[in-house]
């Protein structure tokens, strides 16, 4: 059974980082293409970005471009999203998904962590 156990978030001044853990367990990690969802106050949970096995990764959310990263370390099972210059729009609670391809669709995804909440004021 795939399970997350997401960490990191917190609160922040605009114009902070965060770095997101993700540590997944259940399946066979260094096959599966991970992709971070964000859930933001009264809104849909949207794909933000996407790592595959091979390493290389893209955001999906035009906002994140240039301000965040994506990693991952199969051996500590762990994936990373860095996020610098933090905004007040980047307030959300944060997941990461398994998949065998990188999808932003929330609704094909079955199995969820907790989440990190990420809250940006001043």
């Known amino acids: 059974q795939l399970q997350f156990l997401e960490s990191g978030g917190g609160s922040v001044q605009p114009g902070g980082s965060l770095r997101l853990s993700c540590v997944a367990s259940?399946?066979?990690?260094?096959?599966?293409?991970i992709t971070w969802f964000r859930q933001r106050p009264g809104r849909e949970r949207e794909g933000v970005g996407c790592?595959?096995?091979?390493?290389?990764?893209?955001f999906y959310a035009t906002d994140l471009r240039g301000r965040g990263t994506l990693s991952r370390d199969n051996a500590r099972r762990t994936i990373y999203l860095q996020l610098n210059r933090l905004e007040a729009a980047d307030t959300a609670v944060y997941y990461c998904?398994?998949?065998?391809?990188?999808?932003?669709?929330?609704?094909?995804?079955?199995?969820w962590g907790h989440g990190t909440q990420v809250t940006v004021s001043s």
């Open positions: 259940g399946f066979s990690l260094d096959k599966y293409f």
């Open positions: 998904a398994a998949q065998a391809a990188c999808t932003t669709d929330a609704s094909v995804l079955s199995s």
């Open positions: 790592i595959t096995p091979s390493y290389d990764w893209t």
